[in-house]
């Protein structure tokens, strides 16, 4: 678990809506920098990060955020096998599903799923996590 | 099942049954084995009897010393029916009757005119003569029942090489060969017990396959230790052909085993796969007199087309295991560039884009790179999505993810008619089957469109423990060719690797079907 509480809090694009806590779960390290970053400038806050499900439940459990951003591939874990328990026991969260793959190939699997949706990482935005929690 | 075996039915007593029934009796009357000399005796005496009252009856129509050839009849018939030494006598004792009984009542004990003299100087030469023309006969004909069973035993001998040798050559399984063998051994060699035997160790081996008379013995799949004197043991130790006449003093617990069934000899020949020694044939004979001299080297013959069954039922086996390692092998290798795409290239080019937006959300509005920076984004974005693309051609990534399911699923939405999809598999089934029903269902919903043009498929997908059961059906125009350049063939290719069947059916207008079957017990 890492702590990345200070992110995003100064960012040049402070949305009015109040500001998203999110904790990111992904195993690439290069893709967690840029969306922590990227999310920052966008008004969402990343108060931590996670590359397994043993780390996500300890952060989740931990910062309580308002979403839970976990990609469907996780190295030899599932991010579907997170999405299951994170949706209850001790940590839970709201779990928005990513990945490089499109929605298309997993819409099963997604759609059986407690996850909130989807958002493919080319189309990751603020706006789409904010909508898609707000449809639940 | 055991194969019907006919035993005893062969090709002489076939051609024997198609004889007139005279001629029959009569060759019977020449080959046959000799009768009892007692019974040569007195059927001798009888004749001998007869043919004086006959000769006493003709005595009244004329001078009896002209009918000596009436003892010829009895001559003739001891000649041919027993030994020689029977015959001669037979003769010398006809020559005496006709000599004291007719000849004597017209004249004295010896012969005391010219022509009976000439009578017995004519009959004897001829009796004698008819005398060594029998013994020639009977010894022709006991050469010839024995040349007949020769060629009869040769025949069915190789009848039954051929039998097995059909079955070799129909790849059937070892262990249907086995059974074969052990049945045809036993009734072309005559023998109570066949039994073959595979060498699991130095001093272990275990029966595969078992011929018996009634009651069974030797139970298929029994394990018999080798120690001690036993054919099995010695063909192990020799590499050749062993016999043993008697196991009376053997020593071990198979020798004991073998005596207690009642087997007082065996043969046995090494069978021999690939230069290895992989078992024996071994056939058991209760009766006192040893193994006839060639029942080794008639085993041999059917030892070799053990071997080449065994020989060719490994070479089928590392055929079909090294296929399927190699679509093992491939399928991992397109899984991993698939993985390592995801998680280098893609995760890279997707982190550029999102920096390169983040660089975009921080630059003052209104500035004059803004737009070059969005050109950038979308370059970037495209660039994630053919890598996308082709990643997912590689392998699809829901396949290793999710399984068959949800990756049929997806295939059921990017196709471009309705798909009727029933997907009944309960577990994970192992890569290569999952990748190579996934490729033909995907290939299938392709020629569907493609070719048949069809507007509704229905595709069912279901495994039990053992086998995996596809079928896509479609109502389209037909007229697949399996050997067509339709992407049939690499299916046919991949599917029969797995040790499945893939079958098409396409009519004219009725559609087609496409259907495989895959083993997918887990490994």
């Given at each position: 678990m890492h702590d990345r509480s200070t992110i995003g809090q100064t960012g040049s694009m402070q949305s009015k809506v109040e500001a998203l806590r999110c904790v990111i779960v992904d195993d690439n390290r290069g893709f967690l920098d840029a969306a922590a970053d990227f999310l920052g400038h966008h008004?969402?806050?990343?108060?931590g990060i996670a590359s397994t499900i043993a780390e996500a439940l300890n952060c989740v459990g931990q910062k309580r955020p308002d979403v839970t951003i976990v990609d469907i591939n996780l190295g030899d874990e599932s991010g579907f096998e997170l999405a299951e328990q994170l949706a209850g026991g001790p940590a839970s969260s709201p779990v928005i599903l990513t990945s490089t793959h499109s929605e298309q190939e997993f819409a099963d699997m997604i759609a059986i799923s407690p996850a909130v949706g989807f958002v493919a990482k080319v189309n990751l935005s603020p706006d789409g996590i904010r909508r898609l929690l707000a449809s639940r | 099942m055991r194969p019907q075996v006919d035993r005893g039915g062969h090709a002489i007593s076939g051609t024997r049954r198609l004889a007139p029934p005279w001629r029959y009796h009569f060759s019977q009357l020449l080959t046959r084995p000799t009768p009892p000399l007692w019974l040569g005796i007195m059927v001798a005496a009888a004749l001998i009897v007869a043919e004086t009252f006959v000769v006493q009856f003709l005595g009244r129509v004329g001078p009896?010393?002209?009918?000596?050839?009436?003892?010829l009849f009895g001559v003739l018939v001891i000649s041919f029916g027993w030994g020689i030494g029977l015959a001669v006598t037979t003769t010398l004792v006809s020559a005496a009757v006709y000599l004291e009984v007719h000849l004597a009542a017209d004249g004295g004990l010896l012969p005391d005119n010219l022509q009976n003299l000439i009578a017995i100087a004519i009959f004897v030469p001829i009796a004698l003569l008819a005398n060594v023309l029998g013994a020639r006969a009977r010894l022709r004909a006991a050469e010839a029942r024995r040349a007949a069973r020769q060629v009869s035993e040769l025949a069915r001998g190789q009848a039954a090489l051929r039998r097995v040798a059909t079955l070799v050559a129909r790849g059937v399984s070892p262990t249907e060969i086995f059974t074969a063998v052990a049945d045809e051994v036993a009734n072309a060699l005559e023998v109570g017990n066949a039994t073959l035997f595979r060498y699991i160790g130095t001093d272990l081996g275990e029966i595969v396959a078992a011929y018996d008379?009634?009651?069974?013995k030797m139970p298929v799949g029994a394990r018999l230790s080798l120690?001690?004197?036993?054919i099995a043991a010695m063909v192990q130790h020799t590499g050749a052909t062993a016999r043993m006449?008697?196991?009376?003093r053997a020593a071990g617990s198979t020798a004991a085993l073998i005596r207690d069934l009642g087997f007082r000899s065996g043969v046995g020949a090494p069978i021999v796969v690939d230069g290895r020694l992989w078992g024996a044939a071994i056939v058991g004979f209760s009766r006192l007199e040893p193994p006839p001299p060639d029942t080794e080297e008639r085993l041999a013959d059917f030892a070799e087309l053990v071997a080449t069954a065994v020989a060719n039922a490994e070479a089928r086996g590392e055929l079909v295991a090294s296929r399927a390692r190699i679509v093992a092998a491939g399928d991992e290798v397109r899984r991993r560039i698939e993985r390592d795409l995801h998680d280098g290239a893609q995760q890279r080019l997707v982190a550029l884009g999102l920096r390169i937006r983040s660089i975009q959300a921080s630059l003052?509005?209104?500035?004059?790179?803004d737009s070059q920076i969005a050109d950038v984004a979308d370059g970037l974005a495209a660039a994630s999505e053919e890598l996308r693309q082709i990643s997912h051609g590689i392998h699809p990534a829901v396949l290793s993810q999710g399984g068959l399911r949800p990756a049929l699923r997806a295939l059921r939405r990017r196709a471009v008619m309705p798909v009727e999809l029933h997907v009944d598999v309960e577990r994970r089934l192992p890569e290569s089957v999952e990748v190579a029903t996934y490729y033909v269902v995907a290939e299938a919903l392709t020629n569907a469109a493609k070719h048949a043009r069809a507007s509704q498929v229905t595709v069912t997908v279901q495994a039990d423990d053992n086998r995996l059961h596809l079928e896509v059906e479609d109502d389209g125009v037909g007229g697949a060719d399996p050997g067509g350049g339709s992407g049939l063939i690499g299916l046919k290719d991949r599917v029969e690797a797995l040790g499945g069947r893939i079958f098409i059916s396409s009519g004219a207008s009725a559609g087609t079907t496409l259907a495989a079957e895959i083993p997918c017990a887990a490994l």
């Open positions: 008004g969402i806050t990343v108060v | 009896r010393m002209t009918f000596g050839a009436v003892y008379d009634d009651p069974p120690e001690g004197d036993n006449d008697s196991h009376e003052p509005a209104g500035s004059d790179v």
